[in-house]
């Protein structure tokens, strides 16, 4: 009989990343983080991670394949609970046939949330007026200066560009991007980047990137539009805070999905479509990605 004792056990103790590279899936190195490892394996892309002492994981592409590494093989087998167990358990006990090191992760840091450090930093960081890499990507300093951007965007003292996060209006995380790094700081909770909101706006424009949405903007200038990013892969919880704006946002008459033209654009694009035709939103959904496959809209800047 399995004792309830053992799952906790399989959870902590078994590194998902290398299990998944057991089973054939390959580190994205270029959308992965110190503490939020992408893996493919085909079209099928997950984030693995450290929540408290267990090993999780959520899919890219379906909200509901999510949780442990029990989670984990149980949506991608026909075996039973038992059968899982039974597995495991030769894992546990380092009778397992192990992939190579290089394939897989050995160290993941626990995710902590620590908005106290977060805050910390962000106090010494300034708002953009020039910035060296953002105007190397085509970006006129006249746009992030723009009352639609202005205090949106900031640079730290290693001029790195610098993205909040906000969650219910309080500071919770920092996206950092420059030529060499595209990552998160340590302790951020990952929600949306967003532009400031201005009377009359009645359209949303969700993108993966902030340069994406800085991009859009200049080469169309819509008026009247909300910017935002999801700042790469987006996770269940990004997908309640995009039902909930869009459910909470009175006036707001159209969605623009400005993902990249490639299949993770495909598949954010499908995700939010689903979730927002759950809410009460009766406005335009569509998406807006560039003609060639493959590109961003900065790539079209």
Request: glycine share 6%.
């Amino acid at each position: 009989m399995i004792r309830r004792h053992d799952f906790s056990k399989f959870k902590q103790e078994i590194n998902l990343t290398q299990y998944a590279a057991f089973l054939g899936y390959e580190i994205d190195r270029k959308k992965s983080t110190k503490s939020s490892i992408a893996m493919r394996s085909g079209a099928d892309k997950i984030i693995i991670s450290r929540r408290g002492a267990n090993w999780v994981y959520f899919s890219v592409s379906d909200d509901n394949d999510n949780g442990t590494i029990v989670d984990f093989i149980e949506n991608r087998t026909n075996q039973t609970i038992a059968e899982i167990a039974k597995e495991l358990n030769i894992w546990i006990g380092g009778g397992a046939s192990l992939p190579h090191p290089k394939s897989y992760i050995s160290d993941v840091p626990e995710q902590e949330r620590d908005p106290a450090r977060i805050k910390k930093i962000f106090y010494y960081c300034k708002p953009v007026i020039k910035h060296t890499y953002i105007e190397s990507r085509g970006i006129k300093e006249v746009l992030f200066q723009s009352k639609r951007f202005t205090g949106r965007i900031y640079t730290d003292r290693y001029q790195n560009a610098v993205f909040p996060h906000y969650k219910d209006n309080e500071l919770c995380g920092l996206e950092l991007k420059n030529a060499d790094k595209a990552l998160f700081v340590r302790g951020s909770e990952k929600t949306l980047w967003r532009s400031n909101i201005v009377a009359g706006d009645n359209t949303l424009i969700i993108a993966e990137a902030v340069l994406d949405t800085l991009s859009y903007c200049q080469i169309y200038n819509l008026q009247n539009a909300i910017y935002t990013a999801t700042g790469g892969g987006l996770s269940p919880e990004q997908i309640e805070i995009i039902s909930a704006f869009v459910s909470g946002f009175s006036g707001l008459e159209k969605v623009i999905i400005i993902t990249d033209n490639d299949e993770g654009g495909d598949k954010i694009t499908s995700r939010i479509k689903k979730a927002l035709s759950k809410t009460d939103f009766r406005g335009k959904i569509i998406r807006h990605s560039p003609n060639k496959r493959g590109q961003d809209w900065n790539d079209c800047l």
